[in-house]
């Protein structure tokens, strides 16, 4: 049995079948800072951008994911470069994943007032698992010998991202490559790869109703090789630039509630809540999410438009 068939064996019978594609991030407040899904997104900003954000996937159900980030970036060389840093901690199961990646995006001016950036994306990962906390019939199955900790992998990723004030369509592959060689090895070399590519088209636009509404619609697709397609569709309401209410739908899985409030032109928080519409429904709470996002640099008067995207 090699790794992969071990970890689908694992979920399948817990229910979370589904996990095993997640070795991307997957959370609902994506629209609101896609570093983690698009290196092209790096200084799509005139300013300094971070945000945090802690999500606990499947309440009640054990080994359900718990994922933990930071992204920071900047625009360079008067808005022509952009720079970020992301780290994500993901844990599923007996696996934990630390991925530590760069960022880098330029930006070409199409028009008057959008752009279009091409960014890079390299980092390592640090997985590990604990097989010997697994209950296993094989006691001779070299996959439980020992445990996997800290093995470095090397990822490098590419996106693509268009922008202007208001609207965005973005299509990515955050891992295109991992040298996750020593991952495999431990798997008898069963495996070409453990880690899969993702690929991402994600796109939103804001449309003003009257001095108080604006509404952001957005959407993005997930495709991973021997998966099913998922999209995620949401619409966000702005109310005087100030409190963001959203609805969403995550095809197969849930039905999300957002909400997220400016306190102040550089400090933002957000939650978000998912309401499991599989089967799992009949064993989870659902998942919880916060974000806390924080812009340097950005003067309230020079820039008064909100974070849109």
Sequence with gaps: MTIRQLVLTI????????????QEVMV???MFNQLFLNPAYAGSHPYMSSSLL????????????????????????KGKMGA?????????????????????????????TSKLAFGL????????????????????DQVFQANISNKPVGKFGF?????????????????????????????GSALDHYFTQHYYLHAGKVFPINESIDLKPSTMLK???????????????????????GVGYRTG??????????????????????????????????????MLGMDFGKEPIRIKSPRYF
């Design 28 to 30: 609902s407040q994506y």
């Design 159 to 187: 996106g693509m991202y268009w922008y202007d004030e208001r609207s965005y369509v973005g299509v990515s592959i955050p891992t295109i490559y991992a040298a996750d060689g020593q991952i495999t090895m431990n798997a």
């Design 253 to 290: 899985d849930a039905v999300v509630g957002m909400l997220e409030y400016q306190v102040t032109p550089q400090l933002r928080v957000g939650y978000a809540y998912d309401m499991t519409t599989s089967r799992l429904n009949n064993y989870t709470n659902g998942s919880h999410e916060v």
């Design 223 to 245: 495709f991973t090789p021997n998966a099913p397609a998922e999209a995620d569709v949401n619409l966000n309401l702005l109310y005087r630039e100030r409190i963001w209410v």
């Design 54 to 77: 802690h999500r606990a996937q499947w309440l009640r159900i054990e080994g359900a994911p718990q994922t933990s980030m930071m992204a920071i970036d900047a625009p360079l060389m």
């Design 84 to 112: 970020g840093l992301s780290i994500v901690h993901d844990q599923i199961g007996v696996s934990r994943d630390l991925d530590i990646a760069g960022h880098y995006a330029y930006h070409i001016r199409v028009n008057g």
């Design 11 to 22: 979920l399948a019978c817990s229910g979370l079948g589904r996990a095993f594609a997640q």
């Design 121 to 140: 994306r390299a980092g390592i990962s640090l997985y590990s698992a604990r097989l010997s906390d697994l209950t296993y019939w094989d006691a001779n």
